[in-house]
């Protein structure tokens, strides 16, 4: 039994991987490959983020008190929804106590598709816009106007910057 | 704790639904719009599909034993396959014992986005497409070759049948 629970969990996350990746395949197939189109492109990958956070967040909210405060609202998005989306929580949070907060996630599901190694490091943006876009799109139905932007290191590590 | 459990399924559920949505209508709206389009479009859709059903297959079945036969391997299709995808199962299979099947979903989860009413049924066609794909390419990597085709009757059920 242990061993079919384990393969559905893993299946579940796979979903949304593989709908992530056709849909940035068939973003940067459909449009042109010059390096002038590669900005339009995220940005169409964050708007669509942004649409899918707005959706999620309403569900996940639907029956959750207020939240008491921006701190508050962000440890939601780090535990519930990042669970939701990602099967796992954010893990580490970090804030300068004046609106910045810095969300950290050692182990990005997006980038398991990519091996690791900085020759990919180039390619690590088109697999960050979705998810800058779910969270703005989420704060955003919150009442909390944002510009979120990440970044990777390490991989799979990456750290997401709520301004 | 009963609200959160069930909010959680309904947005697990909603992810998909929300993400099958977009790329649906990033596909419709990033070609022409004609009718002679439509079928290019739909293709398109079948093809995503294919592509991430053959991924999801291969995930859920790393841990199964071989299926003895095709009436076995629908039925992973209709119960362990189908709730992956739309946290539910196949209502009912049924079967000419001659390779067709016709598996039968009384509330599609995909079709809640659109209203009931005959008027609607004509757009039915690009909220299917995606799904025969996934059964297609499911089936395909468990060495089955098949053609999958929808229908929709009475809002939101559906048939899919499989030749």
Redesign the interface.
């Known amino acids: 039994i242990w061993?079919?629970v384990?393969?559905?969990r893993?299946?579940?996350e796979?979903?949304?991987q593989?709908?992530?990746y056709?849909?940035m395949q068939?973003?940067y197939k459909?449009?042109d490959s010059k390096e002038t189109e590669n900005g339009r492109n995220i940005t169409?990958l964050e708007n669509?983020g942004f649409?899918?956070g707005q959706?999620?967040i309403e569900?996940?909210t639907?029956?959750?008190a207020r939240f008491k405060d921006e701190l508050d609202t962000m440890k939601f998005i780090c535990k519930?929804f990042w669970?939701?989306?990602f099967k796992k929580q954010i893990d580490n949070l970090r804030t300068n106590h004046q609106g910045i907060y810095v969300l950290q996630d050692n182990k990005f599901r997006l980038l398991s598709q990519l091996s690791a190694g900085k020759q990919y490091l180039e390619h690590a943006p088109k697999y960050l816009a979705f998810s800058c876009g779910l969270v703005r799109g989420a704060l955003s139905n919150l009442g909390v106007k944002s510009i979120v932007t990440a970044e990777v290191s390490v991989m799979p590590t990456i750290l997401l910057q709520k301004i």
Request: net charge positive.
């Open positions: 061993t079919t384990f393969g559905r893993m299946a579940d796979a979903l949304f593989f709908l992530h056709e849909l068939y973003i459909s449009a169409k669509m649409r899918v959706g999620l569900r996940l639907k029956d959750t519930d669970t939701c989306v």
